[in-house]
């Protein structure tokens, strides 16, 4: 079977589909699928880890809003595809794998990644509204099978009003080689505490109201005799999005929140100083590789405050390091609260500030069971292995080759 992804971006520059692509590809290839990955290359930091001789990277034209490469249907033709499956809305992939798709008779298969909920459709409303009536209307109703990354996404997908069968698979992830006790016991070499926020900084993540809680849970939390608030710094990881990044540390300024700009590199290596030289929020810029991986071995819990998620990749990333983790009913992983691996948090500060001010009273026996949980749940569920297994399944049965799995509505 031969299987063609597409995405806007093969780089950094895609976030969590980027990553989350990879991962699927590299998975579905060791079981036996012969993978192509088409995608934009956006001059952001390459991603590493492909398989085979993936991904093709195509240089777009700057077209403000709307880039476009003029090559992206030859490399389609190119890679012979038995089936299609483009990853993310609203650009050329949209365009181009359906008019490629019905002009060769190949099936195809979409994964929105969150796209369609509610919060996602009314940003940028007027563009999006135009391109569901150019083009991407034309991309979901014509797709042989869409993909849904949680049972909250599909709903979002039949109140969009589409009705093709969809197959609700979630993401996976890649678990560190290290055991527990290896992991705790680096966490707890720190001198320091990190509640760490890894990812886009877009408004959707919630970071603005973050802040303005962490004021809050520093302030309701020192008041009390033998208080280790003061031994917790708020890291904040990931790459700038549309100068949000400014709008936080201008936030930092207005609250008489200290904070400190210091290059992940340079924040892991000179990360023992005494805390009461530290800022209580610090900024590191983005993180992949190793980087990231020394980043979460550092932190002891994770924080994800969105509005709008399809599946959120760093979710399971912090579980998969024994991280506790706090987040709100948008990340779509209710399995996380059921398995006492989570936090519940609303979007509002009230609520963030709430569930920051048991994390800083938590002992650390409760906050490592935490983590623990998550990692067995995502032990038990959320594996690329049964990913790429079970995507497989529906390629075939779209295919004509078995029955429907069971997987899909």
């Known amino acids: ?59 777009p034209i700057s077209i403000p809003g709307f880039p476009w490469a003029t090559g992206f249907r030859h490399d389609l033709s190119r890679s012979v ?44 409303r007027r563009k ?18 869409l993909h849904a990354l949680s049972q909250s996404e599909a709903e979002s997908m039949r109140a969009y009003g589409l009705r093709n069968s969809i197959a609700v698979i979630p993401n996976g992830v890649e678990l560190p080689v290290a055991n527990h006790q290896a992991l705790i016991s680096h966490q707890s070499q720190s001198e ?86 530290n800022p209580s929020v610090v900024f590191v810029g983005p993180t992949f590789g190793e980087q990231k991986n020394q980043l979460l071995r550092r932190a002891s819990a994770f924080i994800l405050p969105s509005f709008s998620e399809g599946l959120p990749m760093s979710v399971l990333e912090a579980w998969s390091y024994y991280l506790p983790v706090l987040m709100t009913d948008y990340c779509n992983l209710p399995e996380g609260f059921s398995a006492d691996a989570a936090l519940r948090i609303g979007t509002d500060v009230t609520s963030i500030a709430e569930g920051m001010c048991h994390l800083l009273r938590s002992p650390i026996s409760d906050l490592r069971s935490l983590g623990a949980n998550g990692r067995g749940l995502v032990e038990r569920q959320f594996t690329w292995q049964q990913v790429a297994t079970q995507m497989k399944a529906v390629y075939d049965w779209v295919l004509g080759g078995r029955q429907k799995p069971d997987c899909v509505r």
């Open 1 to 59: 079977m031969n299987c063609t992804h597409s995405t806007a971006s093969v780089t950094t520059g895609g976030g969590g589909i980027s990553e989350a692509l990879r991962q699927l590809a590299s998975a579905q290839a060791a079981i036996g699928v012969d993978i192509q990955v088409i995608g934009f290359n956006d001059g952001c930091q390459p991603i590493l880890g492909w398989p085979g001789n993936n991904p093709v990277g195509l240089i």
């Open 81 to 124: 595809p038995d089936i299609l499956h483009t990853h993310g809305l609203w650009l050329q992939p949209s365009v181009t794998v359906p008019r490629f798709a019905c002009s060769r008779q190949i099936p195809w298969l979409v994964s929105p990644h969150g796209m369609l909920d509610q919060w996602s459709l009314a940003n940028s």
């Open 192 to 277: 320091k505490r990190i509640l760490l926020f890894l990812g886009r900084l877009h408004p959707k993540k919630g970071l603005m109201n973050a802040l303005k809680a962490w004021k809050h849970a520093l302030h309701s939390t020192s008041s009390i005799q033998n208080s280790t608030s003061h031994e917790w710094q708020f890291v904040v990881a990931g790459w700038d999005q549309g100068g949000h990044e400014a709008d936080l540390k201008r936030l930092c300024n207005e609250l008489g929140l200290e904070y400190a700009e210091t290059p992940a590199s340079d924040f892991l290596t000179h990360n023992q100083e005494p805390i009461t030289k």
């Open 128 to 145: 999006k509204r135009i391109a569901s009536y150019l083009f991407e209307n034309r991309n979901l109703r014509g797709a042989a099978c």
